[in-house]
């Protein structure tokens, strides 16, 4: 039997990286810790602010929102979770129960924004016009730049001061390669452990930046906390293949995606210089903060013939 | 040689033939999963890849890599 480097108990983890085996104790302890680190040395939240967290069920942002919810109950901060709900069907309809049931469990105010309300299509439908329209975008472009912008509204309409997700030191180092991969200086600056744009968004954190994702599966594997752990059907090409290599580099030279993040970070204030900077105004169809005329979530959704429905996506009962 | 069972979530379960002292890490690359993107439960606990097999164990592979 292996044993633990720091207590003797059994091990359940070989940190290669480190050079160390942990239990199941020892693991929880150092993941809440870097967690906390990460928040501190960052000054990701500054007490009693109100922070919304994205929380899709999967493994990532559910322990992202359990962290959050212990972290935010000694600094006297307010925690409130969103769900993009994009309209995934086998995907996002079997963890978007888990999402609530978790909030639920810990008693945080959930909140749950559709595609369909405020776009007027999901997803799936969206996939389909955009092949009949021959966009040449794939799923993951209008995922990703939709949720965000909903994210962005919903938080600011909740009155939250940060909104933390659930990005862990794997979708950092992937998104660092795939920035450089493609040649995109300005997309590669606003990576960090923080980004805090301009007026109308509001400041992105990422408490799990440096917790590698296979250490945030056995938090919550270990602390048995409910997540959904399928992968999107969408899931395909280049994102997946820097994965693949990423995984296989670090597999045979344990502590790559460390380096390739503190180089990352060794880097990032020297780029600045470099991007160039934007005044944010307001888009002409759906008045979001944007650096054009037009805001990307409704120039993809022009190319649907879709326009944003909503104006507002937060409604809460009177009480 | 021992027997051990491996049950990859998702596929199969297989009952594979092995040296004794192959250690979960070895049998994950014989069985095409990297260890950096699986949790391996070792007869229902978890383990750390470098425990060594021996007959009748019952490994579960749990893939727990699904960002992209």
Redesign the interface.
Known sequence: ??RCSFCGR?????RRYAGV?LC?RCLIKSVERRFRRAINENKLILPGERVAVAVSG???SVACMHLLHDYCRGKRCELVAITIDEGIKGYRDESLPIARENAEMLGVEHHVVSFREAFGATLDEMVKVAAQRSTGLNP?TYCGVLRRSLLNQAARELGADRLATGH?L??ET?AIMLNYIRADLSRLYRLGPGYSPRQGFVPRIKPLREI???EV??FA??KGIKVH????PY??GI??EV??FL??L??NHPNSKFMILRMFDEIKPHLEAAVPGFEARGCESCGEPTSSTLCKSCELLQGLGLMRRRKNLIFVEPS | MVEITVKVVGQRTRRLKVDPGTTIAELLRRVGQ??????VRLNG???????RLKEGDLIEV???????
């Open positions: 039997m292996l059994r091990a359940v983890y070989h085996f199941d999967g493994k990532d993951c862990n794997d979708d992937q590698p994702e296979k599966a056995l594997l270990l752990l399928a992968v999107c899931a395909s994102h997946m994965r693949d995984n296989s670090e597999s | 990297n260890r950096e993107t699986v949790v606990r978890i383990v750390a890849e470098e425990e749990i893939p727990v890599v699904t960002g992209g």
